[in-house]
């Protein structure tokens, strides 16, 4: 078990970057999406807690951490910082799940499923690979992402624990 003293929570709307034997957690996903981008190489990860898929769709940008366009953005930029190179960045995703049952699912698209698209869509661009995704269903999701290692741990309260 890794030391727990390393530890930086990310909220809602989030994201933090460190360099091992950091452990980035958030918990409850929902319909928002959890991404980790890791350069395996010198051990610096980030972790956001992505709300919105785009930045673009309100007038209030005073959080730009919340959309996933601007948050990869940010996210990359500090891992740059704290010696990562982008062009090694990987990336895993985990949450976007529909939470609520909605009468006419079939000509709606949930908020978690518009996420998820814009998460993987935004990776595309910056042409970095996405790994491992554990997305979509109906069931909240707590992450922890181990720098150390790039292990990448869900808990849900439906299927306990797994890795990706």
Do not use: W
């Not at 709606?108 to 990776?123: H, Q, S």
């Not at 790994?131 to 849900?156: C, P, Q, W």
């Amino acid at each position: 078990m890794q030391d727990m003293s390393h530890l930086i929570s990310i909220g809602i709307g989030e994201f933090g970057v460190g360099k091992s034997p950091t452990v980035l957690e958030t918990i409850s996903l929902g319909s928002c999406v959890g991404i980790v981008l890791f350069d395996p190489f010198v051990k610096v990860g980030g972790l956001a807690h992505i709300m919105l898929p785009e930045s673009t769709a309100t007038k209030n940008k005073s959080n730009p951490a919340k959309y996933a366009d601007t948050a990869l953005e940010l996210m990359i930029a500090e891992m740059v910082y704290k010696g990562a190179i982008k062009e090694r960045m990987l990336a895993k995703i985990a949450g976007g799940a529909c939470m609520f049952a909605l009468l006419n699912l079939d000509t709606m698209i949930t908020i978690g499923d518009r996420n998820i698209k814009a998460v993987k869509e935004n990776l595309a661009k910056h042409k970095i690979p996405l790994l491992a995704e554990d997305t979509g269903k109906n069931h909240g999701r707590t992450v922890h992402f181990y720098t150390e290692t790039g292990k990448f741990m869900i808990k849900s309260v439906k299927f306990g624990i797994k890795e990706i």
